[in-house]
Nanobody, 120 residues
Framework: QVQLVESGGGLVQAGGSLRLSCATSGRTFSHNVVVWFRQAPGKEREFVAGLNRAGTWYGDSVNGRFTISRDNAKNTVYLQMNSLLPEDTGDYYC???????????????WGQGTLVTVSS
């Protein structure tokens, strides 16, 4: 298992930026895929961005606006979010697993989430 702790959420105006952090610990070597999901009230959990040893991939709704990156020295994965829209509002979760994909079922380690609110 991997332990994950998100931070960096908050309130921002549309067009603004935020950077989320996901601090990882535990069996990080075996869980080399780290992803971000988000969930808006009343909606299903949505894939946002993923990172593995081969590279990165993004959900269609954030591609070109969000960037996922990793600082191995700090065991932390970041999600840089630019040009934010009100529809980006939701709880953002980082997750880790052994296999890459966009389904939440692939990931067995989850953080507690951090709330992002984008005002219009």
């Amino acid at each position: 298992q991997v332990q994950l702790v998100e931070s960096g959420g908050g309130l921002v105006q549309a067009g603004g930026s935020l950077r989320l952090s996901c601090a990882t610990s535990g069996r990080t070597f075996s869980h080399n895929v780290v992803v971000w999901f988000r969930q808006a009230p009343g909606k299903e959990r949505e894939f946002v961005a993923g990172l593995n040893r081969a590279g990165t991939w993004y959900g269609d709704s954030v591609n070109g606006r969000f960037t996922i990156s990793r600082d191995n020295a700090k065991n932390t994965v970041y999600l840089q979010m630019n040009s934010l829209l009100p529809e980006d509002t939701g709880d953002y979760y980082c997750a880790a697993g052994r296999y890459s994909g966009t389904s939440p079922a692939l990931y067995d380690s989850w953080g507690q989430g951090t709330l992002v609110t984008v005002s219009s």
